[in-house]
């Protein structure tokens, strides 16, 4: 057990996103998100896996937040389905769907549960789909006009406001790579869809802004820290490309209001800047957030690769030999060291870690134990990176592990656990693992110690 304190404060929580948990897709309304039909589509996940069932949380939310309630966590981050809110092009507001984050809102507060709703993450209805998406800049008038429709519905229970979770993802992965809805594979549409995210952020914080809510409004961003292979200039060039694609293109216009030159020049062979970014744009994007939220799983080794038409960037297994069941390495000490370089470099603002976390091969014994020793260390070694920030000053003031439930994993369908708690798909049983008891644990021995100083 770790002995170091956080601020009393400081607010722990566990963090989940609607399409990975709900199921419940074709009830009370909802009509499907592009990650229905790309989960729909031969071969884009993990054995054909889709979000249709998941962790049957629509039906289930009560007793969920009895397990969040029985962990102890200050604070819940979850996320609203967009197509349960507007499920039709003729965009009237379905109250059933709202409905059910009315009886959610009401469990958490009955044990006093601290909500963190994001707005986006990553489920766009289809019927903004078929209109092109991202890559429409409509899309971003739409997003703006579900923002405004949810601040007046819940407006006055909820406190802390995030508009998107990991624009990066929805753009290079969803538009680019095609690893995750809707599939495309065009760097062009990506630059554009990355753009309208942004646009999009910025509108709904104004409009968030223009109705005088009392809550804290904010943007979540998955960095990184990029470290180069090896000492050459080659390499060291790689990483700044790197840097450029995974941290700045995102970070400079919201906290500096433009676009990294560099990386505005290498993607310049795809888009018109002209035609894209319209005056009002980059000041739109940077207007003021309330605080800053950070996704971090692990860091990049990268080579200079003449090979990869993209950004010439080539990625090294990691030195260290520690990894996780996604392949990604352990690396806390890369947790503590982009903390400081965003407080350094761009905002002084608070910041919030609303995901970190581990896949690891969880198996449940014949006496329902699962022993996950892994994440236990994963989540001790990266808090104590954390408290190493927070100790120097740093103003970081909550940390939301990822997840409270093994759930859908995208791309990865039911392969990949990261949650404290098992879940047993075929029943739907949940299993207490014992990183679920070290963070009941952790949290208790913390309010232990704060209420007898």
């Known amino acids: ?73 200050d604070a819940y981050r979850f996320s609203i389905s967009w197509p349960r809110i507007i499920p039709e092009a003729n965009g009237q507001i379905n109250q059933r769907g709202l409905d059910f984050y009315r009886r959610l809102l009401d469990e958490l507060e009955q044990h006093h549960i601290q909500p963190a709703v994001t707005l986006y993450h990553w489920d766009l209805p289809q019927w903004l789909a078929d209109r092109g998406g991202w890559i429409n800049r409509d899309v971003a008038k739409y997003f703006t006009d579900y923002a405004v ?9 909820v406190p802390t406001w ?38 999009s952020h910025g509108w709904a914080v104004e409009a968030f802004r223009a109705l005088a809510q009392s809550g804290q409004i904010g943007i979540t961003l998955n960095l990184t820290v990029v470290d180069a292979a090896t000492d050459v200039e080659e390499d060291a060039q790689a990483a700044r490309r790197s840097d450029g694609y ?34 009002p744009d980059l000041t739109t994007i940077a207007v003021p957030i309330d605080f800053l939220g950070v996704n971090y799983y692990t860091r990049s080794v990268v080579y200079d690769d003449p090979d990869d038409s993209w950004l010439r960037v080539g990625h090294r297994r990691a030195p260290s030999g520690q990894m996780t069941e996604m392949g990604w390495e352990v690396h806390p000490d890369s947790l503590y060291r982009l903390l400081r370089r965003l407080q350094q470099d761009y905002t002084t603002l608070p910041l919030y870690i609303t995901e970190n976390g581990a896949a690891f091969a969880d198996e449940l014994t014949d006496d ?3 022993h996950d020793g892994q994440r236990v260390e994963f989540l001790e070694r990266h808090f104590e990176a954390a408290h190493r920030f927070v100790a120097e000053g740093g103003n970081l003031k909550g940390y939301y592990v990822w997840s409270l439930m093994d759930n859908f994993e995208w791309a990865f369908g039911y392969s990949k656990r990261f949650g ?8 739907q049983r949940r299993i207490w693992k014992e990183s679920a008891r070290w963070y009941q644990n952790f949290i208790k021995k913390r309010r232990n110690t704060s209420s007898s100083n």
């Open 1 to 73: 057990m770790t002995d170091f304190e956080f601020p009393p404060s400081f607010i722990f929580g566990v963090a989940t996103a609607a399409y990975q948990i709900e199921g419940a897709v074709g009830e009370d309304g909802r009509t499907p998100s592009h990650w229905d039909t790309f989960s729909h589509q031969r071969g884009n996940t993990y054995q054909g896996d889709t979000g249709d069932v998941a962790c049957d949380h629509y039906h289930r939310y009560a007793s969920d937040v009895g397990l969040m309630a029985d962990l102890g966590v």
């Open 368 to 370: 329902d134990q699962v």
């Open 420 to 427: 404290l708690i098992y879940v047993d798909f075929a029943t």
């Open 162 to 199: 995030i508009t998107h979770n990991e624009p990066w993802c929805s753009a290079f992965l969803g538009y680019g790579e095609g690893e995750h809805a809707p599939g495309h594979r065009d760097w062009r549409e990506a630059i554009i869809a990355s753009h309208h995210l942004l646009l």
């Open 246 to 279: 995974s941290n700045r293109w995102f970070l400079d216009p919201i906290f500096r209001a433009h676009y990294p030159q560099d990386m505005v020049d290498l993607f310049s062979r795809y888009v018109s800047w002209e035609e894209l970014v319209q005056p």
């Open 149 to 157: 429709a949810v601040f007046r519905a819940l407006g006055d229970r």
